[in-house]
C-alpha cells in the first residue's frame, strides 16, 4: 500500500507537468528575469567597495591599537622615572640628614663651614659686585 501512495503521487505530478491548461515555458523567457550585465557590473563594485572598507577599518584599527600600546609605554617609563627620581631625592635627603647629625655632633667643624662662606670677598667670586 505504501508502494500504491508513492505511486499516485507521481502520477500526480505527471500529470500536472503534462496539463495543456498551464502554458509551456521556454527558454528565452528566462533570460529577461536575469540581472544581466549591469547587475554583474554592480555586484562586482559592491564586493570592491566591501574590500577597501574592510581593509581601510583593518588598517585603522592597527593604527589606535599601536598608539594605544604607545601610550601605555609611554605612561609606564615616565612613572618609572618619576618614582627612580623620588627615590633619588629620598636618597639625598637621607644623605642630607645624615651629614647634618654628623656635622651637629662637630660644633668646630660646623662653626668653620659658616666662617668660611661668610669670608668671601668680591675677588673670589666670577661675577662683578661680588655675587656668586
Request: glycine content about 8%.
Amino acid at each position: 500500500m505504501h508502494l500504491l501512495n508513492a505511486w499516485s503521487v507521481t502520477e500526480v505530478f505527471m500529470a500536472a507537468s503534462t496539463d495543456p491548461s498551464i502554458p509551456a515555458t521556454t527558454d528565452d523567457q528566462f533570460r529577461d528575469y536575469g540581472p544581466g550585465f549591469a547587475g554583474f557590473v554592480a555586484t562586482g563594485a559592491m564586493v570592491l567597495v566591501v574590500i577597501f572598507l574592510i581593509w581601510d577599518m583593518t588598517r585603522r584599527i592597527r593604527r589606535i591599537r599601536y598608539q594605544s600600546e604607545q601610550q601605555e609605554r609611554q605612561a609606564e617609563l615616565v612613572a618609572a622615572g618619576e618614582e627612580e627620581a623620588a627615590q633619588r631625592k629620598a636618597a639625598a635627603n637621607l644623605a642630607d640628614d645624615a651629614d647634618g647629625r654628623s656635622a651637629a655632633g662637630d660644633g668646630a667643624a660646623d662653626a668653620a663651614d659658616t666662617t668660611s662662606d661668610t669670608d668671601r670677598t668680591a675677588s673670589d667670586t666670577d661675577e662683578p659686585g661680588g655675587r656668586a
